[in-house]
T-cell receptor
Framework: DAKTTQPPSMDCAEGRAANLPCNHS???????VYWYRQIHSQGPQYIIH???NNETNEMASLIITEDRKSSTLILPHATLRDTAVYYC?????????????FGGGTRLMVKP | DAGVIQSPRHEVTEMGQEVTLRCKPI?????LFWYRQTMMRGLELLIY????????DSGMPEDRFSAKMPNASFSTLKIQPSEPRDSAVYFC?????????FGPGTRLTVL
């Protein structure tokens, strides 16, 4: 699976959009971009994933650049409960048992 | 659905003792994963199963660790003998597709 690079930490004001970047310059054509987050003392939670097109669900939006070498997770209106470590993961969707390789992630702090 | 269930939630034991962690995956999920999380090493995959069969155990740190999945609704991770460096949070996750669902974890402390 391709390696990802994320900033170790970010701050965001409550109610504002949180934009979390991820670089995955060695991503292969069959690899998806996944985002998970881990709120303190809980297990990781799936947020969203995508291949080429931008994706949106009830939690977040995922913007993938045209060359697929980077992506941005957007939390449109961050709340205090969004304070967590956010992991960007790239992996082949099928095969390899859906394995996830977690990096260091970005620690997002949402402040009042 | 109750989600992935892990027990115990907290375990404190002494070095040399056997520790058994338990996991009940979400019904219908055919993949089960065991992860370990520490401050130093982050979140690491230890082993995973597909249809109760171990597929990749390359993440298991050493022979003191063993995992079993006797049926589709139950898995165990055993450490024997335990050592202080095994102190960590152990997560179980299950999946049937692209999304993995994680349990609440077991916080293990080995004194």
């Amino acid at each position: 699976d391709a390696k990802t690079t994320q900033p170790p930490s970010m701050d965001c004001a409550e109610g504002r959009a949180a934009n979390l970047p991820c670089n995955h310059s060695t991503i292969s054509g069959n690899e998806y971009v996944y985002w998970y987050r881990q709120i303190h003392s809980q297990g990781p939670q799936y947020i969203i994933h995508g291949l080429k097109n931008n994706e949106t669900n009830e939690m977040a939006s995922l913007i993938i650049t045209e060359d697929r070498k980077s992506s941005t997770l957007i939390l449109p209106h961050a709340t205090l409960r969004d304070t967590a470590v956010y992991y960007c993961i790239v992996r082949v969707a099928y095969g390899a048992g859906n394995m996830l390789t977690f990096g260091g992630g970005t620690r997002l702090m949402v402040k009042p | 659905d109750a989600g992935v269930i892990q027990s115990p939630r907290h375990e404190v034991t002494e070095m040399g003792q056997e520790v058994t962690l338990r996991c009940k995956p979400i019904s219908g999920h055919d993949y089960l994963f065991w992860y370990r999380q520490t401050m130093m090493r982050g979140l690491e995959l230890l082993i995973y199963f597909n249809n109760n069969v171990p597929i990749d155990d390359s993440g298991m740190p050493e022979d003191r660790f063993s995992a079993k999945m006797p049926n589709a609704s139950f898995s165990t991770l055993k450490i024997q003998p335990s050592e202080p460096r095994d102190s960590a949070v152990y997560f179980c996750a299950s999946s049937v597709g692209r999304e993995q669902f994680f349990g609440p974890g077991t916080r293990l402390t080995v004194l």
